[in-house]
């Protein structure tokens, strides 16, 4: 038993004594405002055992949520590339994307005659 618990001892103790000696219409009085005190602190901490059950519901809620959001994507949605995205933003019509290789392709024919071209005449 260590110090402090001997001294509570030794108070209430002395206390119980002391109760003993006190006239009775102050003793049923004290036994009043005890018994309303307990109900009032039984309400109080009645209220704080439901306030972390409250705020681990609102935390529960809001995890679920994040994990619906996250995984219910669903796969009816096709998902959206920066390429995708670039050609819905362009200017030129969708056409001009599907033979993009043969207007690459032109191109490059374009510059190799013109390079022959060149490369003849000097």
Do not use: N
Request: proline content about 4%; cysteine-free; aromatic content about 4%.
């Amino acid at each position: 038993m260590t110090d402090h618990d001997k001294v509570t001892e030794a108070t209430r103790a002395h206390l119980d004594r002391s109760l003993d000696d006190l006239d009775p219409k102050i003793t049923e009085r004290l036994a009043a405002r005890r018994e309303k005190a307990l109900q009032a602190a039984s309400i109080e901490r009645r209220g704080m055992r439901r306030t972390p059950m409250a705020i681990a519901g609102v935390a529960a809620s809001v995890v679920m949520a994040a994990v619906l959001v996250t995984f219910s994507g669903g796969t009816d949605a096709p998902q959206q590339t920066p390429e995708d995205i670039e050609l819905m933003a362009a200017e030129e019509p969708l056409e001009f994307y599907q033979d993009l290789e043969f207007y690459l392709w032109l191109e490059q024919q374009d510059l190799d005659e013109l390079a022959q071209t060149g490369a003849g005449s000097t």
